[in-house]
């Protein structure tokens, strides 16, 4: 694999294979060792035009910590504020020998475009409501970690689906990797062609959660939609919230994860 742009694509061997590796990585990290290797001399870039704090510092971090050398620019310190496009931003950085680009953008497809544009690896790290294969591999490394096993658990996803790129790649990988996928949320947050993916869609979130073995909340992507979708935010929260009562419904020991960022009281609440 040259380029990391989505889950879609991604077959269940390379899922695990990538699976297996971050395990020995994270391994390692707890071991408190933090200077290895394996990208000596290559140079990762990371061009996030959107914002951004876990993804963003963890493939800083994570090159650092393999050897590589790391840097980063953003929409707004970049020429890209002065009005350069995109396709002359990213081959600027190619023809710096850059070895990886790491990319964030509102559009969707724009990594995809990156990579037919440059000699470089490209590696999606979010792009407009299409996918976040590294956030979804991280929650599929967690679920395995926590439950020894994906094949066969049951996954309730709660919330904006609609918007959601973590849940479309959770969905194409979690799919792949054997478990069932069911999703909850408002009726205009669920788009209709989501069962085709083989997953069972629900706008009543107890009948999702009832009986899961993992829990997962979404934040309500109001960056990528219009007004409209739901009444009110506390509305929205009452219906939808993934919250301690809905919980039980789950099995006792069933986790919860959410990719943030958490609207605390939104998404996720105490009751
Ligand atoms: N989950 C996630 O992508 O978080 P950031 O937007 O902070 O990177």
Redesign the pocket.
Known sequence: MKHLLGLKDVSADEIKNILDTAEIMKKRLDEDIKKFDELKGKSVITVFF?????????FELASKYLGANAANITSTGSSVAKGETLIDTVKTINMMAADILVV?HSSSGAPKLVSENVDCSVVN??DGMNE?P??ALLDMLTIREKKGTISGLKVAIIGDVKHSR?ARSNIYGLKKMGAEVVLAGPATLLPSQLEELGVRVYTDVEKAIDGADVVMGLRIQLERQRAGNFPTVREYSKLFGVNEERLRLAKPDAILLH???VNRGVSLRAK
Not at 50 to 58: H, Y
């Open positions: 959107e914002n951004s704090t876990r993804t963003r510092l963890s964030r790290a979010g976040h590294t956030q973590v990719p943030g960022p």
